[in-house]
């Protein structure tokens, strides 16, 4: 692809007008070290020109300056575009000539090694933790400090922000907006994701969810393994897709959760509001099924069989909402939600109580004041060595 075809691309790219097809092939180009580092230098340039559109006053000299003894310090490189090469800053280039070098410069120099600067002391790198874990499409980790595991992140400005639960918002900074970023929810963990379409999900414990920055033109797809609310904001001209593993949930605008654990055999989604269809493949052009509210589909992934039957919303949502509910669930299933939720290990010693059934609703109690409801109306006594509880009679 000729130079002036990749800045056109990239141009379209940052105006969200892209194809599926097209964000595949800049996925490979952008794979490129030197292309990388060039895509990340228009893209600033862009950032930088959106937000000097609401600038009300800069100094263009002062500006001027500092981008003339900048430009003086950068080495002379070329970007590998396939087999051909360009000077990488063409299209910067023609980027600064229309939205004013002297701005772009000065606004860069006030506002983003502030955001830069607050970003990495808030988020250090890490390797594993039990917090819950960003991971931007350049391969940097961060790791969300809220303690509270309440906090949540919105797409604000162009640029994703973290909101902790006591209210204070910090910039998270994508060097590439090509691929999915990855956000990881540990056990004992929830959180809150605003993607840049301003559909909202609520991440459960033990969850993995991969979304774009930006949503090309034609389809949002998400990847979903874990559990998940959605509220997608309704968009006729691109439907919302949530793949999982062995079953794709796709709708324009609606309310439902998707259960799809990589431990559990069943892949299921709950509808509160609107409609859902469900597809077994991807690329399948015909769902097998459709769902209305107050149904729920089991999709089983060993024999690829889906049951269509009603819900108990109120329990399936509940999560959401930081409580959990049980109604006549056996207890085998219950303790599948109490190890995520608390991030514990159960150990039951008891077989028969597998196959007993609670009810219970459950706010702020402790993971011992449960088991005590539960010794009430069958005995078992249970000790705990770390973070693992062993249930024995």
Same mark, same amino acid.
């Given at each position: 692809?000729?130079?002036?075809?990749?800045?056109?691309?990239?141009?379209?790219?940052?105006?969200?007008?892209?194809?599926?097809?097209?964000?595949?092939?800049?996925?490979?180009?952008?794979?490129?070290?030197?292309?990388?580092?060039?895509?990340?230098?228009?893209?600033?340039?862009?950032?930088?020109?959106?937000?000097?559109?609401?600038?009300?006053?800069?100094?263009?000299?002062?500006?001027?300056?500092?981008?003339?003894?900048?430009?003086?310090?950068?080495?002379?490189?070329?970007?590998?575009?396939?087999?051909?090469?360009?000077?990488?800053?063409?299209?910067?280039?023609?980027?600064?000539?229309?939205?004013?070098?002297?701005?772009?410069?000065?606004?860069?120099?006030?506002?983003?090694?502030?955001?830069?600067?607050? %970003?990495?002391?808030?988020?250090?790198?890490? #390797?594993?933790? /039990?917090?819950?874990?960003?991971? $931007?499409?350049? +391969?940097? =980790?961060?790791?969300?400090?809220?303690?509270?595991?309440?906090?949540?992140?919105?797409?604000?400005?162009?640029?994703?922000?973290?909101?902790?639960?006591?209210?204070?918002?910090?910039?998270?900074?994508?060097?590439?907006?090509?691929?999915?970023?990855?956000?990881?929810?540990?056990?004992?963990?929830?959180?809150?994701?605003?993607?840049?379409?301003?559909?909202?999900?609520?991440?459960?414990?033990?969850?993995?969810?991969?979304?774009?920055?930006?949503?090309?033109?034609?389809?949002?797809?998400?990847?979903?393994?874990?559990?998940?609310?959605?509220?997608?904001?309704?968009?006729?001209?691109?439907?919302?897709?949530?793949?999982?593993?062995?079953?794709?949930?796709?709708?324009?605008? %609606?309310?439902?959760?998707?259960?799809?654990? #990589?431990?559990? /055999?069943?892949?299921?989604?709950? $509808?509160?509001? +609107?409609? =859902?269809?469900?597809?077994?493949?991807?690329?399948?052009?015909?769902?097998?099924?459709?769902?209305?509210?107050?149904?729920?589909?089991?999709?089983?992934?060993?024999?690829?069989?889906?049951?269509?039957?009603?819900?108990?919303?109120?329990?399936?949502?509940?999560?959401?909402?930081?409580?959990?509910?049980?109604?006549?669930?056996?207890?085998?299933?219950?303790?599948?939600?109490?190890?995520?939720?608390?991030?514990?290990?159960?150990?039951?010693?008891?077989?028969?109580?597998?196959?007993?059934?609670?009810?219970?609703?459950?706010?702020?109690?402790?993971?011992?004041?449960?088991?005590?409801?539960?010794?009430?109306?069958?005995?078992?006594?249970?000790?705990?060595?770390?973070?693992?509880?062993?249930?024995?009679?």
């Amino acid at each position: 692809m000729e130079s002036e075809n990749i800045e056109i691309l990239l141009n379209r790219y940052f105006k969200n007008q892209v194809t599926d097809d097209e964000i595949r092939w800049l996925e490979c180009w952008i794979a490129d070290p030197v292309n990388r580092k060039y895509f990340k230098q228009v893209q600033l340039v862009y950032e930088m020109s959106v937000r000097i559109e609401n600038e009300k006053s800069f100094d263009p000299d002062k500006g001027w300056k500092a981008f003339h003894s900048w430009i003086k310090q950068q080495p002379a490189q070329k970007s590998k575009i396939m087999n051909r090469t360009f000077v990488q800053w063409g299209a910067a280039a023609s980027l600064l000539i229309l939205i004013g070098v002297g701005a772009f410069w000065y606004q860069m120099i006030r506002t983003n090694e502030a955001f830069d600067a607050k %970003t990495k002391n808030e988020f250090p790198e890490v #390797a594993q933790s /039990s917090n819950v874990i960003l991971e $931007l499409t350049n +391969g940097t =980790v961060y790791e969300l400090t809220d303690k509270s595991g309440q906090g949540k992140i919105v797409y604000q400005d162009g640029a994703f922000v973290l909101q902790s639960k006591s209210g204070s918002k910090y910039r998270i900074s994508n060097s590439n907006m090509i691929s999915y970023n990855r956000l990881i929810v540990p056990k004992g963990k929830r959180f809150c994701l605003e993607l840049s379409d301003e559909t909202k999900v609520y991440l459960n414990s033990e969850t993995e969810f991969r979304y774009p920055v930006i949503f090309p033109s034609n389809k949002r797809a998400v990847k979903l393994v874990g559990e998940a609310f959605f509220e997608v904001k309704r968009d006729v001209k691109r439907p919302f897709v949530v793949g999982t593993n062995g079953l794709q949930v796709k709708v324009l605008g %609606t309310r439902f959760n998707v259960s799809a654990y #990589a431990a559990d /055999s069943l892949n299921t989604t709950t $509808l509160v509001s +609107g409609s =859902v269809a469900l597809y077994k493949n991807e690329n399948d052009s015909h769902a097998i099924s459709m769902l209305t509210p107050g149904n729920e589909g089991t999709f089983n992934r060993r024999d690829r069989v889906l049951q269509i039957s009603p819900a108990d919303i109120s329990s399936v949502v509940a999560w959401k909402d930081g409580l959990l509910l049980f109604n006549a669930e056996p207890f085998s299933k219950i303790k599948t939600s109490l190890e995520r939720w608390y991030g514990v290990k159960i150990e039951n010693r008891i077989s028969s109580l597998d196959l007993e059934k609670f009810s219970g609703q459950f706010d702020h109690e402790s993971i011992d004041e449960i088991l005590s409801v539960f010794r009430e109306t069958y005995s078992f006594k249970w000790k705990k060595k770390g973070s693992v509880y062993v249930i024995y009679k």
